[in-house]
């Protein structure tokens, strides 16, 4: 019998707590970083799970599985499309955004701001991956942009850096750890499928985090903050699904 990875990390963390069960599993998991800063909602539970079971089994740095080119799906659903309400996107889609700027702050050494172009003088990847939305459904698409790590390297974190906030124009935003934040498959992309990342996908630029749920990749990307907390912004459980009662880490 094979086990899947969220029957190990169970099994493990319940060998590990003994008869007293789960609140010492718990305890233990908090103690050895294995438990997301948010873990209520409809999939609390089963996030800590995945949460520590990536930590814990592969050190944070297991690759995506990427595909041949050839597996790109012919569809590629939209969810959450351009925030064409709001003034300011609006203003920049209008300009085809040559005024647009990515806000880089928060605990980094050089706050800054990039336009496009410098986006697009970083080193460029591209992966073709799956993105998968909560809703049940998912495609395979290639992804062209920078590994957010060189931003980060760029702009220098400051060693109390824990979480990496991303705000866009619309009222979704999100944070990832800084193990996420720095995964070599963590992209911001500004290319899909060999052209120009389409208005609906996120254009400008969008967050690609091909190990969790889609609605951690955020589009329309205008700022993105360091922070060592995650209390204060929002409602401090670390994103908007969070707020809805989604999982905050919503590994896959
Ligand atoms: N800014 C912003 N980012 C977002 C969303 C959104 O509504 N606004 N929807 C999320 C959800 S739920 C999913 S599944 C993916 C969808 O990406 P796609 O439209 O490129 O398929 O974007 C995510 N990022
Ligand atoms: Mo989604």
């Not at 599985?65 to 709001?86: I, L, Q």
């Not at 970083?122 to 920078?146: D, K, L, N, R, Y």
């Not at 889609?214 to 908007?240: H, P, Q």
């Amino acid at each position: 019998m094979t086990f899947t990875r969220r029957q190990v990390i169970t099994r493990g963390l319940a060998a590990v707590a003994g008869a007293s069960g789960l609140a010492v599993a718990a305890r233990l998991a908090g103690r050895y970083g294995l438990v997301p800063p948010y873990r209520g909602g409809l999939y609390g539970a089963g996030d800590v799970l995945t949460y520590g079971a990536q930590r814990m089994l592969t050190s944070g740095q297991t690759l995506a599985r990427e595909f041949p080119r050839t597996a790109t799906s012919a569809v590629a659903p939209v969810n959450g499309p351009a925030p064409e309400t709001d003034a300011a996107y609006l203003a920049l889609l209008d300009a085809d955004f040559a005024p647009w700027r990515l806000v880089v702050d928060g605990l980094v050494e050089r706050p800054s701001s990039f336009s496009l172009e410098e986006i697009k003088r970083f080193p460029s990847s591209s992966q073709v991956t799956m993105h998968t939305c909560e809703e049940g459904w998912s495609f395979i698409a290639e992804w062209t942009g920078v590994a957010l790590s060189h931003v980060l390297q760029a702009v220098g974190t400051s060693a109390r850096a824990r979480y990496v906030v991303f705000f866009p124009y619309d009222q979704w935003w999100d944070s990832l750890d800084m193990g996420d934040a720095l995964h070599p498959q963590t992209l911001l992309a500004y290319g899909m499928n060999g052209e120009e990342l389409p208005i609906d996908h996120g254009a400008p630029l969008r967050l690609r985090v091909a190990r969790q749920l889609g609605y951690k990749s955020i589009k329309f990307l205008s700022r993105i903050t360091v922070v060592e907390s995650l209390d204060g912004i929002g409602k401090g459980v670390g994103s908007a699904s969070a707020e809805y009662g989604y999982a905050w880490y919503a590994g896959i």
